[in-house]
């Protein structure tokens, strides 16, 4: 797993279903972002590391079942199917696509969270991301999505929180500002991510005007360089 918190995209173009989920996930524990449909997972698992996928097998464009054969070829993340469709052979399908369980729609959350435990019990452990990003005198918890100066929390808006999730979650990897408009929800251009990376490095760096930890590459978009 990717850190102490496992990680969970949740993949459904359902409105409902999303939100469900990433309340009643949240609330057990897990850290969770979800996706409207595979193109929009494919960005989210470009910039991001999940422990595990919940995927919705009947989506606009490119469904489950192609999608799960698609990221199993350079893939290993764990994927949990839900599906409408009961048929055994729909099961299999689902299976031989690379999904490590199935579960039919309508389903109890609570059956969904015993699924997931027991599938990231049978992960092997892979390489841990940091668990805390050190910052100069700031230490960012991604985990918690929490951030302390010398012992004393500092205030991050949900924005700043998801922004510095994704660039420590790839230390020294350039993110453009396309990518952090689809993992922040920040308005659809390079001028909101601007504004909210200007906030940040208020916070984190002892001089904004020349950074030294959120660090602008010209053309390219940004990076984060901890300690």
Sequence with gaps: MTSETPHILVVDDDDRIRDLLRQYLSENGFVVTVASDAADART???IMEFDLLVLDLMMPGENGLEFADSIRKTNPVPILM???MAEPGDRISGLEKGAD???TKPFEP???LLRIQS???RVPPGPSALAEV???DSVFVPARGEM???GVPIRLTDVEVALLTALSERPGHILSRDELIDVTGADASGRAVDVQVTRLRRKIERNPRVPRYLQTVRGRGYVLKPD
């Design 82 to 84: 839900l599906t409408a």
């Design 101 to 103: 369980d199935y579960l």
């Design 44 to 46: 989210r698992i470009g």
């Design 119 to 121: 599938i990231l019990r």
């Design 148 to 150: 302390l100066r010398a």
């Design 134 to 136: 050190l910052l100069g």
């Design 110 to 112: 609570r059956e969904l």
